[in-house]
């Protein structure tokens, strides 16, 4: 029998579960597995040298575990440490695997939502201070003005379970206020972190309904499909067996609790040493 060559699926924690449910729906033919550095989570907060070597960690272990494709489905480690990736490691040591990351397929389509050219984006602390989102909007469409907000409690309001509480509607105000005093034309909103699809609900509350809030699940998804076609061979080197596995540098129990709100489904994880 031919060795399964799933497509890699690597985030911080589980907030890339939020994007694999969507790669999954919309792509479920193919095998994948699904990685979470639980046991180094949060990346927000980490220096530019520590994001790179941790996420360089967990690509070269899906790597060896036969992914010739990986998908960083986390947006600091898409901006700290995916350009270093794609142009030293892989040209280096890593050939015929290809590394995609999480921030190009929102910024590539970003500017057809905007009709005021004004465009907010929401992430975490690592995220705004990369500047990946302006660089790369500025690419498209140069004519787009980004105004960017760090949001540091989002990630924990949710990782700790209080995503809907009460409590989380401060924080969440006190945001998006900071967002719009950079700019009140902003008419389009990226949520650039994948903890935040989970706060939707909540955003919405602070925010008038005609604001496009795009969150990247099924963009990245979208974008994928693309890239599949567009390079068909690496699509014949991704196994189509449907199968989803997941691996967590953490407690198994924990992850498999967790990763319920964010996958939407029950999950059995495997501890895997990164
Ligand atoms: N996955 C991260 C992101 O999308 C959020 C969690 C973290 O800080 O590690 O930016």
Known sequence: MLRKQPIGVFDSGYGGLTVLKEIVKKLPQYDYIYLGDNARTPYGNRSFETVYQYTLQSVE???SMNCNLVIIACNTASAKALRNIQQVDLQKKYPDKR?????RPTTEIVGKYSKTGHVGVLGTKGTVASNSYPIEIEKFFPEVKVFQEACPMWVPLVENNEYKSDSADYFIK???DH?????S???TII???????LLIEKIKKFIPDSI?????????AESLADYLKRHPEMESRCSKGGVVDFYTSDS??????????FFDKEVKAKHIAL
């Open 99 to 103: 590394v995609l990351g999480v921030i």
């Open 191 to 197: 949520l650039g972190c994948t903890h935040y699809p």
């Open 61 to 63: 272990k899906l790597f």
């Open 179 to 183: 967002l719009f005093e950079k700019s």
């Open 185 to 187: 034309e902003i008419d």
């Open 252 to 261: 198994e129990e924990s992850f498999n609790q967790s990763a319920t709100i």
């Open 174 to 176: 006190k945001n998006l």
């Open 212 to 220: 496009h809030l795009l969150s990247q699940g099924e963009i990245v």
